[in-house]
């Protein structure tokens, strides 16, 4: 069983930035691929991003490609996003996720655990 638990969302301009983290638990969290998606209200959850278990393969929605970073401290059990340049699209809650394989997914279905999300507005 793994437990995931989100902090840093909250309020930022436009243009600005936050740096999500999300605290996993389980001795088994580095063998574990790890994804951030997002859900505005009124929409679907749609993936931001993925990691592989070490790190070095990473994904991203075209629409934070180049603005949004995902990394991970295996030594730490904790999965990161930072996200610079910040858009008032960018507002949404976002969920960290772990799946019990080594490879990411976009597909929120593969993915095996969810946290409870944290809250991001951006004001324009």
């Known amino acids: 069983q793994v437990q995931l638990v989100e902090s840093g969302g909250g309020l930022v301009q436009a243009g600005g930035s936050l740096r999500l983290s999300c605290a996993a638990s389980?001795?088994?969290?580095?063998?574990?691929?790890m994804g951030w998606f997002r859900q505005a209200p009124g929409k679907e959850r749609e993936f931001v991003a993925g990691?592989?278990?070490?790190?070095?393969?990473?994904d991203y929605a075209d629409s934070v490609k180049g603005r949004f970073t995902i990394s991970r401290d295996n030594a730490k059990n904790t999965l990161y996003l930072q996200m610079s340049s910040l858009e008032s699209e960018d507002t949404a809650v976002y969920y960290c996720?772990?799946?019990?394989?080594?490879?990411?997914?976009?597909?929120?279905?593969?993915?095996?655990?969810w946290g409870q999300g944290t809250q991001v507005t951006v004001s324009s």
């Open positions: 996720t772990a799946r019990v394989v080594p490879q990411p997914s976009r597909a929120y279905s593969m993915y095996n655990y």
């Open positions: 389980g001795r088994t969290f580095r063998n574990y691929a």
């Open positions: 990691i592989n278990w070490s790190g070095g393969i990473t």
